[in-house]
């Protein structure tokens, strides 16, 4: 008998790890990023559910 409940737990961790290294990327090129760069990536972590939190005006990410 297959146990399906593995695979799909194995799918949802490697989807994880995937839109982790995702979200990982856009906050590296947010280091090098123009002021417009900057901005886009910003919406684009804001739609990926990233929990983004400003204090004393520095951003931080919770992901």
Known sequence: MIDWTFGNRMQRQERKAACLM????????????????????????RQSDTRMLVENGRLKLQL
């Open 22 to 45: 995702w979200k990982q990327r856009k906050i590296e090129e947010l280091m090098n990023a123009s002021t417009q760069q900057f901005f886009i990536i910003i919406l684009m972590l």
